[in-house]
């Protein structure tokens, strides 16, 4: 609850699951696939509570502050960037600027003006994101993920004092990340196992930057290789720039998976030794 808080006071926030495959990370995210356009269930996942507390906290601001949610939902296939509200197959571009930052260019972006409108469009973003984003069968995973997908909240909030606009833009990403599998165990092939390579590609990249900020928050000097990865440049704020960032870090209960269960607990160890330095995106009008 708290990064929402901060999201809604204009700071960035992001919250990813990590781990293996079939370790329950889509589970985490969105919650049981039969329930995606039921609101107000109790096994919801963190993105439609984050969506519904967000608007809760936005509900609570003061009347003379106006406020814009929008929402948008990606994921990032074999190296290439597809909009999961866009039922075509052209990839996306990221872009970076000094004001926006790092971002996907061309996406469709989806309003939000209050919680019903957050239960409709976590049917509408689930639904659409199952039905475009890539998904198969595997040894480990009957719906195994093939992809990684950000779902990103922009929120934008206006208040006027003294006849000047203050205006605050936060974003605030929910990053159901593809398992690291083993093509022994997964019994992968053909496409599956070209898309298996990529996946650990990505992760072994996002594993580097992590290992990469530990060691600069250690007080030494390292080159964080964020361009290594179309996942690590999109989520390079997220990482180790302006960003509250919560990691949740899914293992498995199988003694077959102890190896990679271990690997994801030394990974989210890791990751707590980095802090980042979080500051409001704010800009003023006359």
Known sequence: RSIVEQCVRGYNGT????????SGKTYT?????????????????????????????????????????????????????????????????????????????GVVEESIHNPEDAYKACGYLFEQGAHNRHTSATAMNTESSRSHTVLTLTIQSMALVDGINHIRESRFNLVDLAGSERQKLANTEGQRLKEAGNINKSLSCLGSVINALGEI???????????????????????????????????????????????????????KMIKNKVRPRSKILS
């Open 217 to 271: 928050a250690a007080g030494h000097s390292r080159y964080v290789h964020y361009r290594d990865s179309r996942l690590t440049f999109l989520l390079k704020d997220s990482l180790g720039g302006n960003s509250n960032t919560f990691i949740v870090a899914n293992i498995s209960p199988s003694a077959l998976c102890y190896q990679e269960s271990l690997s994801t607990l030394r990974f989210a160890q890791r990751a």
């Open 15 to 22: 919250i990813f699951a990590y781990g293996q495959t079939g």
């Open 29 to 105: 995210m969105q919650g049981p696939t039969s329930i995606m356009s039921v609101g107000n269930h109790p096994l919801r996942g963190i993105i439609p509570r984050c969506l519904e507390y967000c608007m809760f906290q936005l509900k609570k601001m003061k009347r003379d502050l106006k406020y814009l949610c929008k929402a948008s939902y990606i994921e990032i296939y074999n190296e290439a960037i597809f909009d999961l509200l866009d039922s075509s197959a052209t990839s996306r571009s990221i872009r970076e600027d000094i004001k926006r930052g790092v971002y996907v260019d």
